[in-house]
């Protein structure tokens, strides 16, 4: 599996921005995404990129939230502006990587991002 080591979390007023980071032991071959997971709820899909750079967010964050990666440093972003009381929750980096015909997923520890009213 694939070691990964979250960032970049903390407490914001409304309006604010934070930036998340997510270093990986070894390269996402399949894609990398970011999902969250509010007190009381499951936890649930926020964005993705693949190798490639292709994107995809869920409808609540876009336009206000960017995911990008560093490939020569093995490291995924979330870029979050604008950010929304909703938007508090513990934030999880998952790697996927294709390993023959299957796929292998690897979680992240999870930081929390909280945003006061």
């Known amino acids: 599996q694939v070691q990964l080591v979250e960032s970049g979390g903390g407490s914001v007023p409304a309006g604010g921005s934070l930036r998340l980071s997510c270093v990986a032991s070894a390269s996402c071959t399949y894609d990398s995404r970011w999902y969250r997971q509010a007190p009381g709820e499951e936890r649930l899909f926020v964005s993705a990129?693949?190798?490639?750079?292709?994107?995809t967010y869920v409808d609540s964050v876009k336009g206000r939230f960017t995911i990008s990666q560093d490939k020569s440093k093995r490291t995924l972003y979330l870029q979050m502006n604008n950010l929304e009381p909703e938007d508090t929750a513990v934030y999880y980096c998952?790697?996927?990587?294709?390993?023959?015909?299957?796929?292998?997923?690897?979680w992240g520890q999870g930081t929390q991002v909280t945003v006061s009213a």
């Open positions: 990129i693949t190798p490639g750079g292709s994107t």
């Open positions: 998952k790697c996927t990587v294709l390993s023959g015909t299957e796929l292998v997923d690897s």
